[in-house]
């Protein structure tokens, strides 16, 4: 079955610093794999996906993920991290016919 | 173009009683699937629906229930409320099933059972 793992629930960074959240996968072929991010009381809003066009995967408000098959990671990057990123941040596989399934989450503290 | 609409976002309900949430996908979107949210249990699939045919369950008692109408909105039951029901339910919808089609979640019907 397929199921991605995040590796950290609790992410803090300072602002301006470098954002890095970890995700691990597993699948016996080529996942379609998401990012989502759900800021306090709201709904999960898509931040990027892999679709195997590229490895290196861009996304909105500046973040990146990186496919490695080799390391069957998509880790989440940010270069400098903003006050309004602080949110939870959700790594996911579509197992097919949109069934979803969801990392455990990881809170990203941003402090100023 | 609107988002995904769900109704009503909070409700509180007894024990026992049953509830109906609503969703209306993205004008366009065939695909509505629904989540539950706990803060023990994480994010967790319920059913899907596309062209009105449930094409995929969740491990969920068959108190939760749902349908899709020819209009692809879709209601989401639970009957003989219970204190674990409560929860945030989150409905997306998508374009098709393609694995790689991204889905569009609502803000979610925040439920609490008293």
């Known amino acids: 079955a397929q199921s991605v793992t995040q590796l950290d629930s609790h992410v803090s960074v300072s602002e301006g610093t470098p954002v890095l959240l970890r995700c691990n996968y597993s699948s016996s072929y080529s996942p379609s794999l998401f990012w989502y991010v759900q800021h306090p009381n709201k709904g999960l809003q898509l931040l990027l996906k892999y679709t195997s066009a590229a490895t290196l995967v861009k996304g909105i408000n500046g973040f990146e993920a990186e496919f490695k098959k080799s390391e069957t990671s998509f880790h989440l990057t940010k270069p400098s991290a903003h006050m309004s990123d602080a949110a939870e941040y959700f790594c996911?596989?579509?197992?097919?016919?949109?069934?979803?399934?969801f990392g455990t989450g990881t809170r990203l503290l941003v402090s100023p | 173009k609107a988002g995904v609409t769900q109704t009503p976002r909070y409700l509180i309900k007894t024990r026992g009683q049953q509830v109906t949430l609503s969703c209306s996908p993205i004008s366009g979107h065939r695909s509505v699937s629904w989540y539950q949210q706990t803060p023990g249990q994480g994010l967790q699939f319920l059913f899907e629906?596309?062209?009105?045919?449930?094409?995929n369950k969740g491990n969920f008692p068959g108190r939760f229930s749902g349908r899709q109408f020819s209009n692809s909105r879709s209601e989401m039951n639970v009957s003989t409320l219970e204190l674990g029901d409560s929860a945030l339910y989150l409905c997306a919808s998508s374009a098709n099933q393609n694995q790689n089609t991204e889905a569009f979640f609502g803000q979610g019907t925040r439920l609490t059972v008293v």
């Open positions: 996911v596989v579509n197992t097919g016919f949109q069934k979803l399934v």
């Open positions: 629906y596309f062209s009105e045919t449930q094409r």
